[in-house]
Nanobody, 116 residues
Framework: QVQLVESGGGLVQPGGSLRLSCAASGSIFNIYAMGWYRQAPGKQRELVAAISRPGNTNYADSVKGRFTISRGNAANTVVLQMNSLKPEDTAVYYC??????????WGQGTRVTVSS
């Protein structure tokens, strides 16, 4: 079964940067959009950023101007560049591939901690 594998999380100081990557372990077809969600302790999972097949992007208001989502160089990969990180960005970040059939693939999550 195809899985999404995330990398790039970790501990960073406020104002720092991290780059998250997500790659599928095999071929996935009919992807409508690739995105990143996050879930902080005690909060619901929320959309951080997404990029559709035509290349349209969507960002949560809280990360606009600081985060950038893009497709990776390899097929079925997506990257989230996070700059000017704030303590409130601390969460587990999940990669998502949403298919035209409405099926969703999810990664296992990668933890991002922003703290001095």
């Amino acid at each position: 079964q195809v899985q999404l594998v995330e990398s790039g999380g970790g501990l960073v100081q406020p104002g720092g940067s991290l780059r998250l990557s997500c790659a599928a372990s095999g071929s996935i077809f009919n992807i409508y959009a690739m995105g990143w969600y996050r879930q902080a302790p005690g909060k619901q999972r929320e959309l951080v950023a997404a990029i559709s097949r035509p290349g349209n992007t969507n960002y949560a208001d809280s990360v606009k101007g600081r985060f950038t989502i893009s497709r990776g160089n390899a097929a079925n990969t997506v990257v989230l560049q996070m700059n000017s990180l704030k303590p409130e960005d601390t969460a587990v970040y999940y990669c998502n591939f949403h298919l035209y059939t409405s099926f969703d693939y999810w990664g296992q999550g990668t933890r991002v901690t922003v703290s001095s």
